[in-house]
């Protein structure tokens, strides 16, 4: 595997991490969270993003 796939690879990592640090820290709507981890396929386009469901399986946070 070529080295720019593998860093994209990890920068998608990382930007989804965060990204489900801001949700499960209430900073952030599920629906931003949503649209943050669509973000970061197109961005970073994972290896495997064909194997990753198009909706997240997260249920809303009740409030």
Do not use: C, W
């Not at 593998?6 to 920068?11: G, K």
């Not at 640090?21 to 961005?43: C, M, P, Q, V, W």
């Amino acid at each position: 595997m070529e080295q720019q796939k593998l860093m994209d690879e990890l920068n998608y990592h990382r930007a989804q991490k965060l990204t489900d640090a801001l949700y499960h820290s209430g900073l952030i709507s599920f629906e931003e969270y949503d649209k943050l981890t669509l973000k970061n396929r197109h961005s970073f386009s994972p290896i495997y993003v064909d194997l990753l469901p198009k909706t997240l399986a997260i249920p809303p946070k009740k409030r």
